[in-house]
């Protein structure tokens, strides 16, 4: 079994509740952004660091997503008819995305500085790690007014509190999925399991990040982007 990931999930199915009124019509994922729908921005990066599968998992408003992410080459899978959150999401999609560890990234966020796939990579260590998450100093990050989610230990480790926000992006291994009995579960069940045995870590990303969750955030990833292209 490969031990490095070559394989990207993109989590494109939930419900985009805090973006409405945008997503009435639309799912969260094809809302412009800077020209262009916010799930190109993240497949942008998926493309950067996958030589296997990249594949989204679809809910609602399936069809507009599959209309877009076919002809680019992306695999999609429906979740049907309960969506599954993200820890069932991956078990779904692990047929499509193959053995050993995977990139599995939120579609809701613009990234401003290295492609953070790619920095995880390169920080990759599957001897002591069981995950790799892509975390976000508060000044670094717009759109956001949360106290953070993990605190990030000199060794890399991780512990549950205040300090450093989760991006969305992260490598992980998906062994200790299947020992899950729930159908649909948060992959914080996974985090969790990791945390006790100390094999959770994170990185500090260099560049900026901003969370598109809601309409606010266009704007603000909007002057992002304008900002990292000068």
Avoid at 35 to 41: A, E, K, N, S
Avoid at 51 to 69: C, E, F, R, T, W
Wanted: glycine fraction near 12%; charge should be negative.
């Amino acid at each position: 079994m490969r031990d490095h990931p070559t394989s990207v999930l993109m989590f494109a199915a939930g419900f985009g509740t805090r973006m409405r009124p945008l997503t009435a019509d639309m799912p969260k994922p094809m809302v412009p952004v800077g020209g262009r729908p916010l799930i190109d921005h993240a497949l942008a990066l998926a493309k950067g660091v996958a030589s296997g599968p990249i594949v989204a998992n679809l809910h609602y408003k399936p069809q507009m997503l599959v209309d877009h992410l076919m002809p680019q080459g992306v695999a999609t899978i429906i979740e049907a008819p309960d969506i599954l959150e993200t820890g069932g999401g991956l078990r779904n999609a692990l047929p499509l995305l193959g053995q050993g560890p995977v990139y599995t990234m939120n579609t809701d966020a613009i990234w401003a500085g290295p492609n953070p796939l790619a920095a995880l990579a390169s920080a990759w260590r599957p001897d002591v790690m069981d995950g790799l998450l892509m975390l976000i100093q508060p000044d670094l990050a717009k759109g956001y007014a949360g106290q953070g989610d993990f605190t990030l230990h000199d060794d890399g480790t991780l512990s549950r509190g205040a300090g450093m926000i989760y991006g969305g992006v992260q490598i992980i291994k998906t062994d200790m999925l299947h020992d899950i009995q729930e159908t649909a579960f948060s992959l914080n069940l996974l985090w969790d399991l990791m945390l006790a045995d100390r094999t959770l870590h994170g990185l500090a990303y260099t560049g900026r990040w901003c969370d598109v969750g809601h309409p606010g955030g266009i704007a603000q990833a909007e002057t992002l982007l304008a900002a990292h292209d000068v």
